[in-house]
């Protein structure tokens, strides 16, 4: 099992932990949603469950629940700026099967 953060991604997050008192990593899930199945969680966390898998990528701490880990396995996050104000996480998973229309939900 895997999870894995781009440099880009792992540099974006380190400074946004900076900035979160007592964040100390990346929470990464899903959740219901969407006409295709599922959406992306992303948060910073301060805890580990005792449920939770974790992942170190460039030095960055990834905290997985176990409920979203078999829909997630394998992904790579890279954090994109397509320009001056478009920028965010991209999410790159082998499990996804397929995508609702505008991308905001997936099958697993």
């Given at each position: 099992m ?10 974006h997050v380190?400074?946004?932990?900076a900035?979160?008192?007592g ?8 959740k ?5 199945g599922?959406?992306?969680v992303?948060?910073?966390t ?10 170190e ?6 905290v997985?629940?176990?409920e979203?880990?078999?829909?997630i396995?394998?992904?790579v996050v ?25 991308g905001?939900?997936f099958?697993?």
């Open positions: 895997s999870i894995q953060l781009t440099e880009n991604a792992a540099t380190k400074k946004m932990l900035e979160k008192e964040a100390m990593g990346l929470r990464l899930g899903t219901e949603a969407g006409c295709t599922f959406a992306y992303v948060d910073y301060d805890a580990i469950g005792k449920d939770d898998q974790v992942f990528s460039h030095g960055v701490k990834i997985v629940d176990a979203s880990l078999p829909r396995d394998g992904l890279d954090f994109v700026k397509n320009n001056l104000l478009n920028e965010g996480f991209e999410f790159h998973n082998p499990n996804v099967k397929n995508t609702c229309g505008c905001e939900s099958a697993v």
